[in-house]
Every structure is written in structure tokens, then in C-alpha cells.
Nanobody, 124 residues
Framework: QVQLVESGGGLVQAGGSLRLSCAAS????????MGWFRQAPGKEREFVAA????????FYSDSVKGRFTISRDIGKNTVYLQMNSLKPEDTAVYYC?????????????????WGQGTQVTVSS
């Protein structure tokens, strides 16, 4: 079984920064892409960012483009999300996700594995 373990969430003031990490472990699996979704209270889980393992191509939602940066370390099977200029509306539980084969990146059903989530709270 593959496990995705997130870390780096917390409480920060508006305008501040946080860096999330997600490490994949467990049985060997091939990674085609990893990404981040988030879910705010009372809202649906939404796409935030994704990155392809080969090609290192990033994708972002419009709401975070220019403020968040996704990156990956293939040797560590880890994906990162650097979040700058945080806003109160970024408050949510952030979930790491991974898919093994080429395909879509923006929908929940595109992914094979999910982490447990890490809370990010941005105070105004």
C-alpha cells in the first residue's frame, strides 16, 4: 500500500508563507504526477496545483497562480508546495495526491492515492 504523508501546515498571518511537504512511501509504485487539493469548511475539495514527474511541468489553479510554487524531488519521492502571500481565503485542509499513469490532473477522480491532509489557517 502506498502512503502519502503531508507536513508543514499551521497558522500564519495574512501575507505570510508556509511550505508543505508530502512524502510517498510504501510499496514501490511509479509516479506520473503528484499534486495538491484543498478543502475549506463547507466547500468542495478543489484543485490547487500539480506537477509531472517526468518533464517537471507545473499546473496551478487561477486562485493561487503567482503566489504558490509546486516542486518535486524524485529521489525522495516528495512533492512540495511553497505558499507565499497567503490570504484568509487560503484557509483549508490541504491534501497531497498522486497518480501513476498519464492522464488528467484537475479532478478528484484523476488520482490514485491521497494523504490524510494538513490544516492551513491564515488569520487576517
Amino acid at each position: 500500500q502506498v502512503q502519502l504523508v503531508e507536513s508543514g501546515g499551521g497558522l500564519v498571518q495574512a501575507g505570510g508563507s508556509l511550505r508543505l511537504s508530502c512524502a510517498a512511501s510504501g510499496r514501490t509504485f511509479s509516479t506520473w504526477a503528484m499534486g495538491w487539493f484543498r478543502q475549506a469548511p463547507g466547500k468542495e475539495r478543489e484543485f490547487v496545483a500539480a506537477i509531472t514527474w517526468i518533464g517537471n511541468i507545473p499546473f496551478y489553479s487561477d486562485s493561487v497562480k503567482g503566489r504558490f510554487t509546486i516542486s518535486r524531488d524524485i529521489g525522495k519521492n516528495t512533492v512540495y508546495l511553497q505558499m507565499n502571500s497567503l490570504k484568509p481565503e487560503d484557509t483549508a485542509v490541504y491534501y497531497c495526491t498522486a497518480r501513476q499513469s498519464p492522464g488528467g490532473l484537475f479532478q478528484l477522480h484523476d488520482y490514485d492515492y491521497w494523504g490524510q491532509g494538513t490544516q492551513v489557517t491564515v488569520s487576517s
